[in-house]
């Protein structure tokens, strides 16, 4: 290299190092909050909460039952010495149905007798005293004090005697109970002991349907009992017939069946052409007013255990996205709205959703319970709350 060119080459290095610096000092100016956004800020599409007039038409599936039904047994524990009746049999009310060794009872029940007769012989003895001693005492030949003692014992006696009569009244009692009548007319259903078994004192002999009126107990879920009344109309869809009977709701359980949160409903039915032990459909139709409707995008897992929907909660186009499990409800078709059709929904738990929430429609995947997030309308500005 030669003296002339050395200049060239220092002049050359100058301005590329003069170059390297205004681009440094062009990306210094970058916004801190863009460059921290970018990498780790998630974009979602947004809609709100909307509220809808809701109909459901719903079914639960049960067996048909007597509305009259009872466990017949006896009071009394004894040998089964007679049973009149078999499955299936029919009945009418007061028919015998089952007998029980009544000896014991019977001896019972005689022995009682006589203790009252006893007492009744005795007490009337008694009065008769009372009566002689009343007039010894007024010819001045007996003291009150003998009069006072005689009044005592007829008192007792005649407690005695009251006793006696109860005595008596409970054995007869029971040996009524030795004797098994049908309380109304119907069906047997089931027998469960037979002859010459021991029979005890509460244990069911006989199962009888009564004739008549019939019912249908379904379990339905916690978000569908809420919305049932006693007394109200249901329809009852009867497969084997193909028809659809008028109902009426006759029971409405408040209390949960079990830990999955069913409640019983039970309807009552009234038509011949229906019989106890048949397959039936208890038909439902839910009016709701104002329930919680979203797009259909806005759901996670629609189909699964536990679907679900993010709730955005902040200002200006940002926001924390929260998870809120929801149980779905039906499609409202014929949405004219940008999302879509939409569907309703209602928090499970203690999850809550109003009608005006912002919820993501779009950008789910990968989001996280808590994550901030950017938020995007439906037409792709910023959205905020």
Do not use: C, W
């Amino acid at each position: 290299m030669n003296q002339r060119t050395q200049p060239y080459l220092r002049l050359l290095g100058a301005v590329a190092m003069l170059v390297g610096a205004i681009y440094l000092s062009a990306d210094s100016q970058v916004d801190p909050a863009d460059a921290q956004e970018a990498p780790t800020t998630k974009r979602v599409r947004v809609a709100r909460v909307e509220t809808a007039s809701e109909s459901r038409q719903l079914r639960f599936s049960g067996v048909t039952r007597a509305a009259r039904r009872a466990r017949l047994g006896f009071a009394v524990g004894s040998r089964l010495v007679e049973r009149t009746v078999d499955v299936g049999d029919s009945v009418e009310s007061g028919q015998i149905l089952a007998r029980v060794e009544d000896r014991e009872v019977r001896n019972a029940v005689a022995t009682a007798r006589g203790a009252v007769a006893e007492v009744v012989a005795r007490r009337a003895q008694a009065e008769r005293d009372v009566e002689r001693v009343a007039d010894l005492v007024a010819a001045k030949a007996a003291t009150d004090e003998e009069l006072e003692k005689t009044r005592a014992g007829l008192d007792a006696l005649r407690a005695a005697e009251e006793a006696a009569r109860a005595r008596l009244d409970e054995t007869q009692r029971l040996l009524g109970e030795t004797t098994l009548e049908a309380p109304f007319a119907g069906t047997v259903l089931e027998t469960f002991v037979e002859p010459g078994e021991h029979v005890v004192p509460g244990r069911p002999v006989v199962s009888v349907a009564g004739r008549g009126d019939l019912e249908l107990e379904v379990e339905v879920p916690e978000s569908v009992v809420m919305h049932l009344r006693e007394g109200a109309a249901a329809d009852v869809v009867v497969p084997f017939l193909g028809v659809t009977l008028p109902g009426e709701l006759d029971s409405v359980g408040r209390n949960a069946a079990g830990p999955g949160r069913l409640f019983p409903v039970i309807a009552r039915i009234s038509d011949d052409r229906l019989v106890a032990g048949a397959t039936a459909e208890l038909s439902l139709r839910l009016e709701t007013d104002r329930a919680l409707a979203v797009p259909v995008a806005a759901v996670i897992n629609p189909g699964g255990r536990r679907p679900a929907i993010f709730r955005i909660e902040g200002q200006e186009g940002k926001g924390r996205a929260t998870k809120v499990h929801v149980e779905v409800g039906s499609l409202l078709s014929g949405a004219t709205d940008s999302e879509g059709d939409r569907v309703t929904v209602t928090p499970t738990g203690d999850f809550e959703l109003e009608a005006g929430d912002l919820i993501v429609v779009g950008g789910q995947r990968g989001l996280l319970d808590g994550e901030t997030v950017v938020t995007v309308d439906a037409a792709g500005t910023g959205s905020g709350r």
